[in-house]
């Protein structure tokens, strides 16, 4: 303790008192920098010197008061302009490049950080390296700074990018963030920023930055992770805290304990002033103030701090108050104001460490709906709330567009937004978002989003030597090299590029790592069709695609692609012509099309060919990556625009296409808006494919043809037509003798004039339109001639008025979808983009035309003109430079002009609008399809449609609407918001009229009913969902079944209590449309054209007509809701029930929402009749239209855990469950665990696809549901027998249990065996089998996937989710699961090699007991009583193998008295040569060790046995005696205990076979260690001139590591074997090992590394080939071969290539490797070796021909006579095997010829 207060003085330094007042004054200098009201001087102030001294060193003037540095009176956010030089700030490292770092600062702020600016020390390293020329990897930038670390930063320079943007350079350098200390100032228990300046023996220097200060790191394990310091480089930033100050501040130690750094907090005793605070200091603070906007605190008792709102937890939002306590962590401290703001974020506070655990996140560029803003700063931003309830900020900056004002409240009235996360914010751990509509719509917002081979529209920004470098968006760059300027070099680019230029360019390859993007202008490139290779997975055999040559050899030329993918095209494939050079025909950069022959994605090998492609190639190309299809909906994006329409690429494959402009829209009038609005690079969603011709694909974008395809309605072919079908489709051509209309599939039919309109049709010109959407019914069917005749007559095909309504709709929205394309890109056009219908303008009157309209003028449209009509300027003053009101009435963009109406009528203040209220309205202005109407004079203006039908046609002009013409309309809507906002009318006197020609084709006749009247019907017929009645004057009316009775039985049939013909009290209800049996509801303006709905219901029968409630609406039904409901009828195609619920609601059931049981499958048309009253719950609304309810007759209509319901098997999943499909367009997923209470051995065996079971809800997983079958969850509560459990969670495993599972598989560490669906246990093989097992592989041979297993529970670990089974037969009672035929040894156990050796001492006690008398009399020599005691170790089961160690002086005595004894002696105990009942203890009395409990063991046994039980005693013990006997006389018999092996290791201690013997020993009882140990004693005991004995223990550690460690461990072993031993073979027997163990890319890529280093060595090519060749890499073995013809000698190539022909021969092609024994053979003819060994293989692989054709081509040789003897002998012996007497004769014959050819040579 002495030393310490010398060293850490108490009170500052020695001359100084001790008194604690001295520490006052530094607390009122602190208080200078508080606002404060001026105090009263005292006379005696002792610290106005320190006072004014303080002052002076934070350089500023005192001034009474007036001094407000460290004033906080408002909190707000760190923003961008008010950031200095100097602001030291907390920051997060985001990215780590190898020049430079991206740092989080406070405020989602962004810094970047250059290496140079991290340390001294670091730039001298880098500076050394470089001087020298070292290796740069030993000082690589990521081993200084890791992503989410906390580092303390200071602001040293703030620069300005080309484009405008503010880039913040920061330093983490100490020397500049603690330049503001000095050695003095050092405290035990501060937390300081620092780099490691050296490594020394037993620390590290630390660079603090401080002036004369010194700080040790020691390496001190009890302080800290040992691992963490190792890790320590020179440069390293690190966090320390200092623990000891010495000398001064001169020298400190320090600590990088995260714990102690996290927690460390700063106080006054520490002396931190103002002018010296850091970031990343944890203090104790105290609120002073809460504000909206975050909270005012006071730290050190005198200094002020802000704590905004993202850096308040959030858990704590709302319970922070004046004068809490907090800890809060500094994150910044501005250097003039010295303004210092804190975070209380729990990331930032203990005890988090100070790496954060999320950096970035993977949802920046993410463009989410739906978000919610739950508050706004006014001079920060706002905080949004995203739908998975995650936030996100989005600053003021972004809340608006460029040009508008900052509108909080107009953005706080809107209910959602629409936005896009463009950052994240590490220190907030917050997404930073945008509102700017423009950036939320930029196609390309980060380098993520660009995709190798993509099109992208650029601009130019500069072009240099290289290249040009082009900007794809304000943060995207790329560069166009000079070669990918063009098709060919240009040589002044300059001509043809301008800086500011827009060009068109295709992504040849990203790397998002350096922000790098290559881009080409080649023609060819952009505009090809073909696929993309953007991977190697890509090129498949067969395919075409552009490319651009990169190298030019003899050999071929090399073709790259996208991104890194390339490929050969070989000589042979470059041409037809192989004699060509292709220098002469091909040139660097040429684009060519080439088609892939192999491709093998893994090496990544392209073999390509210019030869082979052809033009069918690629139009097959181009549509066969299509999957084209009538109706599918697609994106397109387009490419070019011209008259007749878009001509679009399919995404995402890119097949061209063609979207006609009259397929645009069902409204004529908008096909020209909307192509004026789309621009080339615009993409297209929601489109249809429509047709497919040699032309190629035709698209269509018509809402009313996508909802007829949508919905399966469509014919597809002309066998499907029938007369009376309404078809949606469109004029195709029209012709004097009709209308010729086209559908979907290539039909078309005609409309002849006369079925053209209800009206007479003089002439068809101008009736319809080319391309126009009409309805069209089949009236005329030709089958021979595949012909058919349509009408168009409205009387025929009639609409709803909800499709006209919706016709209305969708071309108004189409138009305002135009509108915002055409004013978002047109500048003149921009002043547009706000003016709607009805908005009122001050204009000023400009010109009058000659036909009377007026022009006027005003800032807002200074160039788009505004005119109004004459009938429109009626009663107003039109002299010129008067000021008037104007109405808009419509914006014309093509023009462009805009029409505005100046009548008071319209300009007047709008009234309020009633719904039902009926109005005189007014045309103010017509087009083709829309018409502006204002309603009387209430001021609102709204929109109609022209026509009331598709295929309403004008006879006349003045049938049309015109300006000025009346209507009378009712409101329908007072504020439609598909209108924008605009009221929605019905026009009630625009009635159709019609030309009756027949009872049929009319209408119906109209009746005088309305709704509310009582009428006396008269029942015609009966059917079960309704009744049909008469009224007077012969109307007919219709009785829905829910009508009849007020609340029916179930299972009842309402309509069987009627009787035809009776008469009935009813009240309308409604009305039924006679064609399409529509339930009208009261305010259908068309009632009168219908068939009264009736009710015979009493409860409305007797109210008045305003009392009766109306009918529930659709949207009214809730999920859940019980309703009742009738059958209607079941539909087997669809398989679901059709019910009824009221005149106007229809309802369906699917199958399994219907049934309870899986029997009920196979007839579900016969559980319901027609009509029948049942009970459903409302599940929910179908989206598809015609709108039903879905209903479920099951009473389920949701899932929850314990719901029982019925499911179809969709997939049967081996070894896994049951994938099904479950009611409401669920699925579920069932486990082989879940399928029965009982487990069986092929539990799947009973189910297959389509079956219908019942199963229960067990839980819900991302979506889809995991479900049980067992009959205890099913019929749960009812005590259901269960054989195997249901496991639901670890906790309910016991040890010592004993349950059933199913074998999930077999690896390397054991066998697994599923519990249940969630846990899964292990076995070790040690507990597997009670044999000893060496191969691993012999349990996946015997134990099967899914095999059914019983398995007792040794161990669960509930923490790490682990159970120990095991399958020993003596834990399950079954049977080994591996079979004794395989005759394994059995692997001994401990505990029974014990009970053993007890008993034979027992024995040997008991044979002493009969002779203690005489082994009293006897005394036994010294020898013998220390073998006794050996005998007693016996005893303790030490020697587990029943043998008694022998010293080596014993071992020689036994050898030497084995010839005097006629037995063996084992152990000097007792005499081999006596009989067995003279046998005698050692010692009974004399000796010392024995026990006292072994006397009274014997004492109190029985006192006697009978002669006979003594009698078989002798016999055994006799027995066992002479097997140990005959254990050891046997040389050959293996050791069975650790102390045998060690007798025969000193006897023979090279013998590497007794030293493996050993290893597996151990192995065989799993004591990987003990094994491990030995192999380590055999390196060191065999001598070093036994090299191949050290080899082959060397080899087998191999072995033992592969088999049991880890890939560390054995390359460890592998790297000392290099060093012991001849390097070549270890590397060989490595790589065996590891294709031994299927371990292919550990083997392959140490072969690459061999051939490197042995490349002189012909086995270790000859290893190589081997290898490829048996893994069917044929090719990769001819290309191997080539190598290594080129690296071995000349006298090698022979025996290479026969080598390389054998391993074709056995695994690869056997024509390659004939090809090569043909090739050797022709150089070398005389090797009758050779020939000799390609006879055997073709004898072995070949055909007889081919065996005979090669004997032929040996016996012909220039060889010596005896070798053709040979020769001819091994042919004769061929045919006696193989061949035919002739064959036979044949060869003799070829033998006597060759006989006489040699004469007597040949003799």
């Known amino acids: 303790m002495a030393s310490m207060e010398e060293d850490f003085p108490r009170g500052g330094s020695s001359k100084k008192g001790s008194d604690p007042k001295t520490a006052k004054p530094r607390i009122e200098v602190d208080n200078l920098f508080e606002v404060r009201e001026p105090a009263k001087k005292k006379k005696k102030e002792v610290s106005k010197p320190e006072h004014r001294k303080a002052a002076k060193d934070e350089g500023k003037k005192v001034d009474d008061g007036s001094l407000k540095l460290n004033t906080s009176t408002d909190v707000n956010i760190l923003h961008l302009k008010n950031l200095k030089v100097g602001t030291v700030m907390l920051g997060c490292v985001r990215e780590v490049s190898d020049f430079e770092f991206v740092l989080g600062l406070p405020s989602g702020l962004k810094g970047y950080l250059p290496i140079s600016s991290v340390s001294d020390t670091y730039n001298e390293l880098l500076s050394q390296k470089l001087d020298s020329g070292g290796d740069l990897e030993t000082v690589s930038s990521s081993r200084l700074l890791v992503p989410g670390q906390l580092v303390r930063c200071v602001v040293s320079s703030l620069g300005s990018s080309k484009e405008g943007f503010v880039s913040v350079k920061v330093s983490i350098n100490p020397k ?32 603090l930055g401080v002036s004369g200060t010194k700080a040790f790191l020691p390496k001190d394990k009890a302080e800290e992770a040992k691992s963490s310091k190792q890790e320590l480089m020179v440069g390293q930033y690190v966090t320390v805290l200092v623990t000891e100050v010495k000398n001064e501040g001169r020298v400190v130690r320090v600590s990088v304990d995260p714990t102690a750094v996290s927690q460390a907090c700063a106080g006054t005793q520490q002396g931190w002033m103002l002018s010296n605070l850091v970031p ?6 105290r609120v002073k103030k809460v504000t909206l906007h975050g909270l005012i605190v006071t730290f050190f008792s005198a200094y002020n701090g802000t704590v905004d709102f993202m850096h308040i937890d959030p858990d704590k939002a709302s319970k922070y108050s004046e004068g809490d306590e907090v800890k809060a962590r500094i994150i910044y401290v501005e250097p003039s104001t010295r303004q210092v703001g804190l975070s209380l974020r729990s990331h930032l506070l203990p005890p988090s460490s100070d790496v954060l655990d999320t950096a970035t996140s993977d949802r920046v560029g993410a463009v989410i709906e739906c978000c919610i803003m739950t508050a706004v700063h006014h001079h920060s931003g706002a905080i949004m709330e995203l739908p998975d309830g995650a936030a996100a ?12 004002e900052f509108n909080p409240n107009r953005l706080l009235a809107q209910p959602q937004h629409t936005l896009r996360i463009t950052d994240y914010s590490p220190m907030e751990q917050i997404h930073l978002a945008t509102l700017r509509k423009r950036t939320i719509e930029t196609t390309f917002f980060s380098y993520q989003d660009i995709k190798e081979g993509q099109l992208v529209e650029c601009t130019v920004q500069s072009l240099e030597k290289y290249g040009m470098h082009v900007k794809i968006s304000n943060h995207i760059k790329g560069m166009v090299p000079r070669i990918h300027l063009a098709d060919v070099t240009l040589t002044n680019p300059e001509k043809k590029f301008k800086v500011g230029m827009k060009v068109k ?6 790397d998002l790592k350096n922000k790098k993007i290559i881009l080409t202008r080649k023609k060819a490139m952009i505009e090809s069709p073909l696929p993309v290779f953007a991977s190697y997975t890509d090129a498949r055999v067969g395919l075409v695609s552009h490319g651009f040559i990169v190298c030019v050899k003899d050999f071929g030329c090399i073709v790259r692609f996208y991104g890194d993918v390339k490929g050969l095209v070989p000589q042979q494939e470059l041409t037809a012509d192989s004699m060509i050079n292709p220098q002469s025909l091909f040139y660097v950069g040429q684009v060519v099309k080439a088609k892939v022959l192999r491709c093998d994605a893994e090496i990544e090998k392209l073999v390509l060919s210019f030869k082979a492609v052809t033009q069918g190639d690629v139009e097959q190309v181009q549509t066969a990556k299509f999957g084209f299809e009538v109706g599918k909906k697609v994106e397109a994006v387009v490419l070019k625009k011209d008259l007749t329409g878009l001509e679009v690429s399919i995404l995402p494959e890119e097949v061209p296409a063609l979207l006609p402009m009259v397929h645009l829209s069902d409204h004529t009038t908008n096909w020209p808006l909307l192509w004026e609005g789309l621009q080339e690079g615009d993409t297209i969603s929601n489109v249809m494919c429509l047709n497919k011709t040699k032309q190629g694909i035709t698209l269509s974008k018509k809402p009313m043809l996508l909802e007829a395809l949508s919905s399966g309605d469509v014919v597809k072919s002309f066998s499907e037509l029938q007369v009376g079908m309404i078809m949606v489709g469109w004029v195709k051509d029209i012709m004097p003798y009709g209308v010729f209309v086209s559908f979907p599939h290539n039909l078309f039919g005609l409309a002849p004039t006369a079925a053209m309109s209800d009206k007479f049709v003089a002439d068809v010109a101008g009736l319809f339109q080319v391309g126009q959407t009409v309805l069209a019914k089949v009236t005329n069917l030709d089958e021979q001639k595949h012909r058919f005749l349509v009408s168009l007559k409205v009387s025929e095909v009639s609409s709803s008025e909800e499709d006209a309504q919706a016709r209305l709709f969708q071309g108004q929205s189409e138009r305002k979808a135009a509108h915002e394309m055409k004013t978002s890109r047109d500048d003149l056009l921009q002043q547009l983009s706000s003016v709607s219908l009805g908005d009122k303008l001050k204009m000023t009157v400009g010109d009058t035309a000659e036909d009377g309209s007026v022009s006027l003028t005003s800032d807002q449209f200074s160039n788009v003109p505004v005119l109004a009509s004459l009938y429109h300027t009626t009663g107003v003053n039109t002299t010129p430079g008067c000021q008037v009101t104007a109405v808009v009435l419509h914006v014309d963009l093509l023009t462009p002009r805009v029409h505005v109406s100046l009548l008071p009528a319209l300009t007047t203040k709008k009234k309020m609008l009633e719904k039902g209220s009926q109005h005189t309205a007014t045309v103010q202005y017509v087009d083709k399809d829309f018409a502006i109407l204002s309603l009387e004079d209430t001021g609102h203006l709204t929109v109609v449609s022209t026509t009331t039908h598709l295929n309403e046609t004008f006879r006349f002009e003045s049938e049309k609407l015109t300006v000025g013409s009346s209507l009378t309309v009712t409101v329908i809507k007072p504020k439609c918001r598909e209108l924008g906002g605009q009221a929605l009318v019905a026009v009630a006197s625009r009635l159709m009229t019609t030309r009756h020609r027949t009872t049929s084709e009319s209408m119906g006749p109209k009746h005088s009913y309305s709704i509310g009247d009582i009428v006396m019907a008269k029942i015609r017929t009966i059917k079960p969902t309704h009744v049909l009645v008469d009224l007077k004057d012969g109307i007919s009316g219709s009785i829905h079944v829910s009508e009849i009775r007020e609340e029916p039985k179930l299972g009842s049939f309402p309509t069987s209590s009627l009787k035809v013909g009776t008469e009935v009290k009813a009240r309308v209800i409604g009305g039924r449309e006679v064609r399409g049996h529509n339930f009208l ?26 009392e009766m409630k109306s009918e529930p609406e659709l949207e009214n039904y809730k999920p859940g809701d019980e309703i009742t409901c009738f059958v209607s009828k079941y539909i087997p195609q669809k398989t679901c029930l059709e019910l009824s619920v009221s005149p106007g609601i229809e309802g369906t059931a699917e199958l399994l929402a219907m049934i309870r049981r899986p029997r009920e499958a ?13 009970t459903a719950k409302v599940v929910g609304i179908s989206t598809k239209k015609p709108e039903r309810l879905i209903l479920s007759l099951t009473g389920v209509h949701k899932f929850e855990p314990g719901t029982v319901t019925m499911g179809t098997i969709l997939k049967i999943t081996p070894r896994m469950g049951l994938a099904l499909k479950l009611p409401f367009g669920k699925t579920g997923f069932a486990s082989i665990t879940d399928l029965s209470d009982m487990y069986t051995e092929n539990p799947l065996e009973e189910y297959k696809e389509g079956q219908v079971v019942r199963c229960c809800v067990i839980e819900e997983e991302n979506g889809r549901f995991r479900v049980s079958l067992r009959l205890s969850r099913i019929h749960a509560g009812k005590g259901m027998p269960v054989k195997d459990v249901d496991i639901n969670s670890i906790s309910e495993l016991q040890a010592g249990q004993t349950i059933r599972g199913y074998v999930q598989n077999v690896g390397e560490q054991g066998v697994f065996v599923r519990l249940s669906r969630a846990i899964t ?10 044999y000893y097992v060496t191969d691993c592989k012999m349990f996946v041979e015997h134990i099967p996937q899914n095999a059914l297993l019983t398995v007792k529970i040794l161990h669960v670990d509930t923490e790490n989710n682990h159970v120990a089974l095991s399958l020993l037969p003596e834990d399950t009672g079954n049977a080994d699961v591996l079979p004794e035929s395989l005759g394994l040894p059995q692997r001994q156990k401990q505990t029974k090699k014990e009970e053993y050796c007890k008993n034979l001492a027992k024995r040997k006690r008991k044979i002493s007991e009969s002779k203690q008398e005489e082994a009293g009399e006897k005394k036994k020599p010294k020898k013998e009583k220390e073998k006794k005691s050996q005998a007693d170790d016996l005893d303790s089961g030490v020697d587990v193998y029943f043998r008694e160690e022998e010293t080596p002086e014993e071992n020689k005595k036994g050898k030497r008295e084995a010839g005097k004894r006629g037995r063996l002696q084992v152990a000097s105990t007792f005499s081999w040569d006596t009989e067995l009942n003279s046998l005698k203890p050692a010692t009974a009395a004399e000796n010392t060790y024995e026990s006292s409990d072994d006397e009274q063991d014997s004492q109190s046994k029985p006192a006697k046995k009978s002669r006979r039980e003594l009698e078989q005693e002798r016999k055994d013990a006799e027995q066992s005696l002479s097997r140990l006997e005959a254990e050891l006389m046997d040389p050959s018999a293996r050791p069975e205990s650790s102390g045998a092996f060690e007798r025969l290791l000193l006897s023979s201690p090279d013998s590497s076979l007794l030293w493996l013997q050993y290893m597996a020993f151990h192995l065989q009882a799993t004591q990987i260690e003990q094994a491990r140990a030995v192999a380590e004693r055999a390196i060191k005991t065999i001598s070093f001139r036994e090299e191949q004995e050290k080899l082959n223990v060397w080899v087998a550690l191999l072995n033992l590591e592969n088999m049991y460690g880890t890939e560390e461990s054995l390359q460890k072993v592998f790297e000392r074997a290099v060093q012991y031993c001849e390097p070549m073979p270890v590397y060989q027997q490595l790589a065996d090992i590891y294709a031994k163990s299927d371990k292919m890319k550990e083997a392959e890529s140490l072969y690459k590394n061999m051939v490197k280093r042995f490349r002189q060595e012909k086995a270790v090519w000859q290893s190589y080939g081997s290898f490829l060749l048996r893994q069917g890499q044929s090719d990769a073995a001819n290309v191997l071969l080539q190598r290594a013809l080129q690296s071995l000698s000349n006298k090698d190539h022979v025996d290479l290539i026969t080598r390389f022909a054998r391993l074709e021969f056995q695994y690869g092609s056997k024509d390659r490797g004939r090809a090569m024994f043909d090739k050797v053979l022709a150089s070398y003819p005389k090797r009758t070796d050779l020939w000799s060994v390609f006879i055997d293989l073709m004898v072995k692989h070949g055909s007889q021909k081919d065996v005979r054709d090669l004997f032929d081509r040996v016996i012909h040789l220039s060889a010596s006579v005896k070798k053709i003897k040979f020769f001819f002998k091994r042919y004769l012996d061929y045919e006696k095997q193989h061949g035919t007497p002739e064959s036979i004769q044949a060869v003799k014959q070829k033998a006597l010829d060759y006989v006489e050819a040699k004469g007597t040579e040949a003799t």
């Open 1321 to 1330: 246990g292990r076995v070790l093989f040690r507990h597997a089998t009670s």
């Open 393 to 404: 900020f989005v600053h003021k900056n972004q809340m608006k567009e460029p040009n508008e």
């Open 1162 to 1174: 196979n007839h579900p048309q016969k559980l319901f009749k027609c009509g029948q009253c049942i």
């Open 1081 to 1106: 509801p009261f305010s259908h303006p068309n009632f009168t054209f219908s068939m009264p709905e009736l009710t015979l219901l009493p409860s409305k029968l007797d109210v008045d007509v305003q």
């Open 176 to 207: 500049e963030v603690n330049k503001e200390l000095s050695s003095r100032s050092l405290k035990a228990g501060m937390t300081l920023g620092g780099c490691v300046e050296s490594v020394e023996d037993h620390g590290f220097l630390i660079d």
């Open 280 to 285: 990343g200091l944890l203090v104790q603070a």
């Open 505 to 510: 360019c295709r992504v040849l390859s990203v």
